[in-house]
């Protein structure tokens, strides 16, 4: 059985930093392009930035460009989001995804998920 966990949500204070954590057990992550999601209330679930299976990674969101940093550690099958200069736009539940080998913005493309970190953002 797979379980996607993540971890590192909180509140924040804009220009402040947070950094996710998502951990998967019953899996290989070696095969699998891992994504952050995240949605906001009233809004629908957008792709953050994913990385491939091959090590390549992509900011689906130009607006974290340059301040968000996704990374990944297939040893301990897991993957992180550092988030610097955060906003009060950033203020959602963030999601961790899996999908085999390359990285899709589009969230029904991804098989397994977690439950959501919430990142609270205060201005």
């Known amino acids: 059985q797979v379980q996607v966990v993540e971890s590192g949500g909180g509140l924040v204070q804009a220009g402040g930093s947070l950094r996710l954590s998502c951990t998967v057990s019953?899996?290989?992550?070696?095969?699998?392009?891992m994504a952050w999601f995240r949605q906001a209330p009233g809004k629908e679930r957008e792709g953050v930035s994913c990385?491939?299976?091959?090590?390549?990674?992509?900011d689906f969101e130009d607006s974290v460009k340059g301040r968000f940093t996704v990374s990944r550690d297939n040893a301990k099958n897991a993957l992180y989001l550092q988030m610097n200069s955060l906003k009060s736009e950033d203020t959602a539940m963030y999601y961790c995804a899996a999908r085999l080998r390359w990285c899709s913005p589009s969230y029904s493309t991804y098989r397994y998920w977690g439950q959501g970190t919430q990142v609270t953002v205060s201005s």
């Open positions: 019953g899996l290989g992550l070696d095969t699998y392009a």
């Open positions: 990385i491939a299976w091959s090590g390549g990674s992509i």
